[in-house]
């Protein structure tokens, strides 16, 4: 999970394409096919693939609660940074 969010983040770093692709592209080569497959669904932009009408149903303030729990800070923490 940490190597897809420091991957998530560089992609986010920059505008060049072809360097987005190739961060991506080195991402799904180091990972087993499973977790490939799982993690260009979520890279995709989409938490299930497209064939699939399901959501996830979750709001952003959710989302920020556990991003908190899971990272050991506060909201207020994770605001500031």
């Known amino acids: ?13 920059t505008t060049k394409k072809l ?3 190739g961060l ?14 799982v993690s260009a669904v979520f890279l995709s932009g989409r938490a299930f693939p497209v064939w699939e009408e399901t959501t996830l149903q979750v ?6 609660q556990i991003v908190a729990e899971l990272a050991g800070k506060d909201e ?6």
């Open 1 to 13: 999970m940490e190597e897809f969010a420091k991957t998530s983040e560089a992609i986010t770093a």
């Open 19 to 21: 360097l987005k692709t």
């Open 24 to 37: 991506v592209a080195d991402y799904l080569k180091s990972r087993g096919v499973d977790e490939a497959a």
């Open 59 to 64: 709001g952003g303030r959710s989302l920020w």
């Open 76 to 81: 207020g923490t994770l605001t500031e940074a």
